[in-house]
Each structure stands twice: as C-alpha cells, then as structure tokens.
Nanobody, 125 residues
C-alpha cells in the first residue's frame, strides 16, 4: 500500500518561497503520476500541478504558472513543489496524491487513488 507524507509547509511572507515535499513509502513512487492539490477554508479542493511518472510531463493550474515548479526524485521516492512569489490566494492545506495512471486530466482529484494528510501553507500579514 502506497503511503504519502507531505512536509515543508509553514508561515511565509508575501512574495516568499518554500518547497513542499511528498515522500512515499510502501512502493516505488516512480511508477505513479503525482499531483499537488490545495484546499483553502470554505473553498473546494483544486489541482495545482501534476507530473508524469518519469517526470517528462508536468501540468499547472493557470494561476500558478511561472511561480510553482513540480519535480520528482524517484531515487528518493519524493516529489517536490517549489512555491515562489507567494500570493495572498495561495494559503491552503496542500495535499499530494498519486495514481498509477497518467492522463491529461491529472489536475482532477478524482483520478487519484492515494492521498497524503496535507501540509499547511500560511502567508503572514
């Protein structure tokens, strides 16, 4: 059973940066498509970015293009989300998810079978 654990969240100033990690155990993450999602209070969960198993294809939600970068290190069984130029709309609980399939719909949460518990990203005022 694949298990995912997110880390790296925290309190960041507007315009700041942080890197989220999604570490897997129980199976090699290299076989899986991995997505990052976020959910802010009172809002629906939304897909932020996703990456194909080998890492050759990545997708981003329009609002984060140019600011967020997804990457993976299959040797470390970890996928990362680099967040730069943090905006007021970015604070949320960020989740990673994994699935054995790849599709162009990888920003949709319904595609994923495995989910982490989330890590909180907060912007200081």
């Amino acid at each position: 059973q694949l298990q995912l654990v997110e880390s790296g969240g925290g309190l960041v100033q507007p315009g700041g940066s942080l890197r989220l990690s999604c570490a897997a155990s129980g199976h090699s993450l290299g076989y899986y498509t991995v997505g990052w999602f976020r959910q802010a209070p009172g809002k629906e969960r939304e897909g932020v970015s996703c990456i194909s198993p080998i890492g050759g294809i990545s997708k981003y939600q329009d609002s984060v293009k140019g600011r967020f970068t997804i990457s993976r290190d299959n040797a470390k069984n970890t996928v990362y989300l680099q967040i730069n130029s943090l905006k007021p709309e970015d604070p949320a609980v960020y989740y990673c998810a994994a699935d054995g399939r790849w599709s162009n719909g990888c920003l949709m949460g319904s595609q994923y079978s495995y989910w982490g518990q989330g890590t909180q990203v907060t912007v200081s005022s």
